[in-house]
Nanobody, 125 residues
Framework: QVQLVESGGGLVQSGGSLRLSCAAV????????IGWFRQAPGKERERISC??????????TYSDSVQGRFTISRDSSLNTVYLQMNNLKPEDTAVYYC????????????????WGQGTQVTVSS
């Protein structure tokens, strides 16, 4: 059974950092584009970052809201994708999810059918 499991969330003060992990069971993440999404209360789920599969030579993408503060990366040996989040702001408070597709192109929340539990990130002011 394929499963992506998010972890690493928590409560942090504004300006702080967290590193989220997306670990996989049943698949090798290197062969997929992995997207990080978040959903704040009362808002739609949005994609904030995507990293391509290792066979595609394209850089990661970021939404304007996290560009310059968040970094997505892979550790192939651990079959894990990370989201390093620095200079966190209260508006980053949300449940964070990871998901997989073949490519980052057209990879939005509507194209995902198998969401994990997510991990809560709360940033206090």
């Amino acid at each position: 059974q394929v499963q992506l499991v998010e972890s690493g969330g928590g409560l942090v003060q504004s300006g702080g950092s967290l590193r989220l992990s997306c670990a996989a069971v049943g698949i090798t993440l290197d062969y997929y584009a992995i997207g990080w999404f978040r959903q704040a209360p009362g808002k739609e789920r949005e994609r904030i970052s995507c990293i391509t599969s290792i066979s595609r030579h394209a850089g990661p993408t970021y939404s304007d809201s996290v560009q310059g503060r968040f970094t997505i990366s892979r550790d192939s040996s651990l079959n894990t994708v990370y989201l390093q989040m620095n200079n966190l702001k209260p508006e980053d408070t949300a449940v964070y999810y990871c998901a997989r597709r073949q490519t980052c192109s057209g990879f939005n929340a509507l194209s995902v059918t198998d969401w994990g539990q997510g991990t809560q990130v709360t940033v206090s002011s």
